[in-house]
């Protein structure tokens, strides 16, 4: 089996609804169009609709034709990334400086497919949450959602999510049980000093100077600081200072991220970027301010239900197609902070193009839209049988 064969039927459908999405991207938090399309469609299909979590994000909820029983969330990502798209393909964003350059189209696509099928089927015994997530690209989709009462309201007993490949073979399912994707801090480090002249150094603080001492010292904290056996990565990715040749400036910041797996080891390099900062305020006799902001939980898949998860889309693309033995990833999901309140899974699925995502020249193959609804649906099927 390739695709459920009802899901089949509507694939043009899925394509043309992926395009709309692509030449529409909205970022972060501005999911209004893509909200509404989702909404109208849900509605079409019969599906109860609720708005109002995470400012834009969707629910909608089902119940099967087998009457009462557990409930299962199927989550979706909807948000854009701020970059510009160099696909040259017909239906290329039309919105300067945004792009659905990670896929996210596809995932909306996706489950709304599923979401289709189901709700024409209702094959199923129990309730079907649908989650449409806004902003996850490192904006806090999932817990804007979760704060405002996502599984309160509508409480599941487990959950599941999925994202796009290119960089593995068309419908090549890969999961890792367990920890499988990092946790990641985003920081900003600001420095204050004393400008002078550039030609008389010896009346300033120099803020770059000290900035990029911080830097070189910063790189030494895995290194030095964190067991070998723990992957973790440090990296400043911007540096931002002055404004003329000949003007020492007072103030630099610089800006980066980590990644871990492990929520002790967050900790130490957290508590090392403010022993280090406190001490080179001291030596340099100048004020510097780190800002650490934990954006992404460590994901943990629970290994149980990604086991149900692979033999669902082992019924979808072959048993020879699915894998449990997925590397480290040490990107970072925030499908992460709802599995830490539900248990659940996180697969990928692989699709051709070969360019990777996050770049301006990605393409999603269309290829992937059915197999991923129909993925999504075979888990429902399975886990709620009637």
Known sequence: M???PKIASFTDDLIAMRHDFHAHPEIGFEEERTSE???KCLAEWGIEVHRG???TGVVGVLEGSGGSGRTIGLRADMDALPMDEQTNLPFSSTAPGKFHGCGHDGHTTMLLGAARYLSETRNFKGKVVFIFQPAE???GGARAMLVDGLFEKHPCDEIYGMHNNPLAAPNKVGLRPGVAMAGATFFDIV???RGSHGAAPHHSRDA?????ALVQSLQSIVSRNVEPIQPAVLSVTQIHSGSAYNVIPEKAVLSGTIRYFDDGVKELIHTRIREMCAGFAVSYGVEVTPDLRPIFSVLRNDPDLSAAYLEAAADIVGAENVSD???LVPASEDFADMLNVVPGAYCTVGHAGGIPVHNPGFVLDDAILPVGASIYARIIERRLAI
Not at 208 to 212: K, Q, R, Y
């Open 2 to 4: 390739s695709v459920l």
């Open 37 to 39: 399309i989702v909404a």
């Open 53 to 55: 979590f995470g400012k």
């Open 137 to 139: 690209e490192g904006l």
């Open 191 to 193: 420095i204050e000093g």
């Open 208 to 212: 770059v100077l000290i900035a990029t």
């Open 325 to 327: 033995q997925s590397a």
